[in-house]
């Protein structure tokens, strides 16, 4: 049978643990949160493909390139 004693640094790493755990989690949802009001705000997915500051005529309607 095996000697199972924990130390109080085991305890005292485990909480530590936890606790960046939680800060992670908690950064995670910041960015998941600002991500999906950015989209919201957006509206339309095609905005979101243009705003990369490069001319791409692809993305240009038909009517608005005759003219």
Not at 47 to 61: G, K, M, S, T
Request: no cysteine; glycine share 12%.
């Amino acid at each position: 049978m095996a000697i199972r004693v924990e130390h109080e640094v085991h305890e005292r790493r485990k909480g530590r643990n936890y606790g960046v755990g939680l800060i992670l989690l908690g950064f995670i949802g910041i960015v998941f949160g600002l991500t999906v009001v950015k989209v919201i705000q957006l509206g339309d997915a095609g905005q979101f493909e243009r705003f990369d500051h490069v001319a791409r005529p692809q993305l240009i309607p038909q009517e608005e390139a005759s003219e």
